[in-house]
């Protein structure tokens, strides 16, 4: 893989201090860390969608990579914006127009907002105090801020 060994480089001159990856592939994180300087995977995880908690969150877990959540909400379908009539032309949500993007969207159509939140919440909560308690750095991050490592223990 050229591009890691790019980034291997661009660590060694002190132009980065870290390399990431954001992918919901097992096979593929393994290979973008193969030499253990992944520092962080950002995975699609929701209540509809907790597949990465079968393999990529206990492979973080134990090697030592941070997570970031992408799609909690599941591209809006958690938010309660779309009705069984709403159509999509937008390339996230094209799929959903027709057979299992439909009759997934119309299937959570029928929860109450907040149940669907307060689910979503407790999932991924539950995920990060569980992988946030086992790692021994924790790298702090808001909006505005610098991104800092500090020892959690």
């Known amino acids: 893989?050229?591009?890691?060994?790019?980034?291997?480089?661009?660590?060694?001159q002190g132009k980065i201090?870290?390399?990431?990856?954001?992918?919901?592939s097992l096979p593929v994180l393994q290979r973008f860390n193969r030499d253990g300087r992944c520092a962080s995977c950002q995975i699609n995880y929701s209540i509809?969608?907790?597949?990465?908690?079968?393999?990529?969150?206990?492979y973080c877990l134990e090697n030592n990579i941070g997570t970031l959540i992408r799609g909690p909400i599941a591209q809006g379908v958690l938010a309660g914006k779309f009705t069984p009539?709403?159509?999509?032309?937008?390339?996230?949500?094209i799929g959903w127009n027709e057979g299992e993007?439909?009759?997934?969207?119309?299937?959570?159509?029928a929860w109450p907002v907040p149940?669907?939140?307060?689910?979503?919440?407790?999932?991924?909560?539950?995920?990060?105090?569980?992988?946030?308690?086992a790692m021994t750095t924790t790298t702090a991050s808001k909006a505005g801020s610098r991104n800092r490592r500090r020892s959690c223990g």
């Open 17 to 24: 201090r870290h390399y990431a990856i954001s992918t919901n």
């Open 48 to 58: 509809l969608n907790q597949s990465a908690a079968l393999d990529i969150l206990p």
């Open 85 to 93: 009539q709403s159509t999509f032309d937008d390339a996230v949500r």
């Open 101 to 109: 993007g439909r009759a997934r969207l119309g299937a959570f159509r």
């Open 1 to 12: 893989m050229i591009f890691l060994e790019a980034f291997d480089r661009l660590v060694e």
């Open 115 to 133: 149940a669907i939140a307060v689910l979503q919440c407790r999932a991924q909560t539950r995920t990060a105090m569980t992988i946030n308690a």
